[in-house]
């Protein structure tokens, strides 16, 4: 795994932007795996930043989400439909219909599963995924005890991802506690992946991943069987390194 320490959020960003740009200057059609949750936002200020001062285009991008709640109408503001249009896809030049996000109101959420995996497959796999990393060693929803042969599926959220995520919610009891996410499989079938990581609530998971265990109790130790993976994290956390 390649490491790139950096001093704080916002030389993550950039360092996670650059990455991102210099895919799609080598690639116009290329396959972006995106990412939600706090850490990528200044990542996606980055990009729109140059969108509106370089034109870079999005015209030929699609772009596959790693997960969605089960249970919220994509127009709430805290489903990962909304997050993502607010805070990319509304100020790039990206059609939609080559955004592709799983559909957590699916009638048959097993058979959605199976369609978000084909339809990544079909459209030639993911070309570089985003990941940011639960406290828990989270990646995606894949939980600690995910099988890392796990492909999209559903899953109970851990209480503490729900409390993680409360702060967006106006009470926990509004966070939902079931989503869909793509596997650890489905992760590490990317060509390439870049993990983000700030703060020094990450410390002991960026430990973990880096020296812990190859485990399914630590999802993103996943990634150390891929032989493509960047992490670019800050100082904070890479405190306990
Ligand atoms: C969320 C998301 C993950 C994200 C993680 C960390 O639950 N499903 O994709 O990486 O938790 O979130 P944050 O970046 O806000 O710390």
Do not use: W
């Amino acid at each position: 795994m390649r490491v790139i320490e950096v001093d704080n959020y916002d030389e993550m960003s950039e360092k996670a932007a650059e990455l991102i740009l210099e895919k799609i200057k080598e690639n116009k059609h290329a396959n972006l795996g995106l990412a939600t949750g706090g850490t990528p936002v200044g990542t996606y200020r980055c990009l729109i930043k140059d969108h509106t001062e370089n034109k870079t285009s999005y015209k030929n991008v699609q772009t596959f989400n790693l997960d969605e709640y089960i249970g919220i109408d994509p127009d709430n503001p805290n489903s990962y439909h909304s997050y993502m249009k607010a805070n990319l896809f509304d100020h790039i030049d990206i059609p939609a219909a080559q955004t592709h996000i799983p559909n957590g109101n699916a009638e048959d959420l097993a058979i959605e599963c199976l369609r978000y995996d084909k339809m990544i497959e079909e459209k030639g796999g993911i070309d570089l995924q985003l990941l940011g990393i639960g406290t828990n060693g989270h990646i995606g929803f894949n939980e600690p005890g995910t099988p890392f042969a796990s492909h999209t599926h559903v899953v109970e959220l851990a209480q503490s991802t729900r409390e993680a995520n409360a702060r967006y919610f106006n009470s926990l009891d509004e966070v939902p506690t079931h989503a869909l996410t793509m596997g650890i499989s489905s992760i590490l079938a990317s060509k390439g992946i870049v993990l983000l990581a700030s703060g020094e609530m990450k410390a002991d998971a960026i430990y973990e991943l880096l020296y812990g265990k190859i485990d399914e109790e630590m999802p993103a130790s996943a990634l150390r069987k891929h032989s493509n993976v960047t992490l670019i994290a800050d100082k904070d956390a890479l405190k306990k390194v």
